[in-house]
């Protein structure tokens, strides 16, 4: 059928669209678990009735090959949708709190509500994994979705278009298509939650333009994610999976490893291996490779170049570009500091910088230095080492022995922390980021003989009541400062036996009156 070419979405329509997909959504059509589920498989199915078709819409605006395609995005988000699915009855039912004395009568319920009708803005480097993992999420929670693909990747941004309204109801989910203008009309709409993927600059223009309308926002960053390399690990399987994750889709993906810190002694065979692998990957060249993807635009490739020619480290392989054809050859520089050009800015393509340090304190100490990241890396078999690492830095995740892959691990939630992003999807996560925990009770009238106290006018054994029934004791104050545990002893007693409470209430001269209505002794 070939590659679709791809249309904005004119800005009269998009408020429509808006609308169109709340009015649906308070139909109340969306409660159903069985819609839902319907819902679901129809989404798992348009990616697996048109595989070949997002084939051709990645290898057109990533170059990426069909292996690549189908193991990052086409296969693991089938799968994703598929997991959702199984779940989700489980997940909509109510929950129940810790039982409790003093609140068992009222039923406290933990209620799973929509949200409401959720804008998804999507990424370029991920264009079908970033959104439509996050948009089953949306359809389990029962929400509308409206989804905005990214311009730079239209290939794929315009089969979205065409396929999501013919497999989803219409008018519950739906694309928008465009650049500034179209997306910037769509922040001008007040959303129930917006989850935006993509740069911290970009997440600014949209956090801002949240805050007007009080839309409450998930956002996935990125950021300069740091790789330590124990000096003890085996260099070989290291090299392997570390080039794999860095190199696979031309090194855009936010979770890559961005930097790499080796110890002094290490550098030199650490930087062998990595010559010995990537010969291993690209036996003729990454450019003459069907193995290898492209970058997604000349401008991302000559931004790339830039830093390349700024380097003041030393260039170990590769280190070539060809801008108009996207394309900038796996490369590796050696003798990086921290005020390298390469350290300026996630990279986000094809580049990785060794920087060297004296030991881990000092990996440590960097990475400290820096906004945290969206992922940490550690190679080591040595658990205290990598427990040291993780125990004293920050980042979105932690993963030993692997990169990237952590993103389709069933049961952790993907997302960073601080300036690499705020909360975290996928699966259950997805799940509960569209989820309105609505809290419930349902007091019966016989509960006001144990606090009828609380209704005026006060009176000094109302109060003691009252006291007694909401003040815990406290654990003793052995280990606390010398003149807190000098304080007075007294502490209050925690309410703990029915019948107590009965005395209590009643000696406040709280009674029920022979027609079960509150009445005073």
């Not at 039923?107 to 439509?132: D, H, M, Q, S």
């Not at 309204?165 to 709409?189: M, S």
Request: hydrophobic letters at 40%; a neutral charge.
């Amino acid at each position: 059928m070939g590659v679709l070419e791809l249309k904005f979405t004119s800005l009269e329509e998009i408020t429509v669209i808006r609308e169109k997909s709340r009015a649906a959504f308070l139909s109340g059509r969306t409660k159903s678990i069985a819609f839902r589920k319907q819902q679901l498989l129809a989404l798992a199915y348009l990616l697996k009735d048109n595989a070949t078709r997002f084939q051709e819409s990645l290898a057109s605006d990533l170059g990426r090959p069909v292996l690549e395609s189908n193991f990052l995005e086409i296969g693991s988000t089938i799968t994703e949708v598929k997991s959702i699915y199984d779940s989700v009855a489980k997940w909509a039912k109510p929950e129940y709190p810790a039982w409790s004395f003093n609140w068992f009568a009222m039923k406290p319920t933990l209620r799973k509500e929509p949200k409401g009708v959720a804008l998804i803005i999507g990424p370029f480097n991920y264009p079908i994994w970033c959104v439509i993992n996050p948009m089953a999420g949306a359809i389990a929670a029962g929400c509308g979705c409206v989804l905005k693909p990214s311009e730079q990747s239209p290939a794929t941004a315009a089969l979205l278009a065409e396929l999501i309204p013919k497999y989803l109801d219409p008018e519950l989910y739906a694309v928008v298509n465009g650049a500034i203008p179209e997306t910037t009309k769509l922040l001008d709409l007040q959303w129930d939650h917006i989850l935006y993927t993509g740069s911290g600059r970009v997440a600014r223009i949209i956090l801002s333009a949240a805050a007007k309308t009080l839309s409450p926002v998930t956002t996935e960053l990125g950021g300069k994610s740091p790789v330590f390399v124990d000096p003890k690990a085996d260099l070989k399987a290291v090299t392997k999976r570390l080039m794999w994750g860095k190199f696979v889709n031309a090194g855009q993906t936010c979770t890559a490893p961005d930097y790499v810190l080796v110890e002094k002694d290490s550098v030199k065979p650490f930087v062998k291996a990595c010559k010995e692998t990537l010969e291993e990957f690209y036996p003729d060249g990454a450019e003459a490779s069907n193995s290898y993807s492209r970058l997604i635009s000349p401008a991302s490739a000559s931004r790339l170049k830039g830093l390349i020619d700024g380097t003041k480290g030393t260039i170990v392989y590769g280190g070539t570009s060809d801008v108009e054809k996207r394309f900038v050859e796996p490369t590796i520089v050696e003798g990086v500091d921290v005020s390298d050009s390469l350290m300026s800015e996630e990279l986000f393509g094809p580049v990785l910088p060794i920087i060297a340090v004296e030991n881990v304190d000092e990996a440590i100490k960097l990475v400290n230095s820096r906004d945290h990241p969206l992922a940490l890396y550690v190679f080591s078999s040595d658990s205290a080492y990598k427990n040291k690492v993780f125990d004293n830095t920050q980042s979105g995740a932690a993963v030993a022995n692997d990169v990237i892959i952590h993103g389709g691990a069933e049961g952790l939630p993907f997302g960073g922390i601080g300036p690499s992003g705020s909360g975290g999807y996928t699966g259950k996560f997805s799940f509960d980021m569209f989820t309105h925990l609505r809290g419930s009770l349902d007091n019966p009238k016989w509960v006001d003989l144990l606090i009828g106290g609380r209704f005026p006018p006060y009176t000094p054994k109302k109060a003691a009541a009252i006291e007694a029934f909401v003040s815990p004791s406290l654990p003793s104050r052995k280990g606390l400062p010398p003149a807190l545990v000098a304080a007075a002893n007294g502490s209050s007693q925690r309410w703990g036996w029915f019948l107590l409470a009965i005395a209590v209430a009643a000696s406040s001269g709280v009674v029920l009156t022979s027609r079960g209505r509150l009445g005073s002794a």
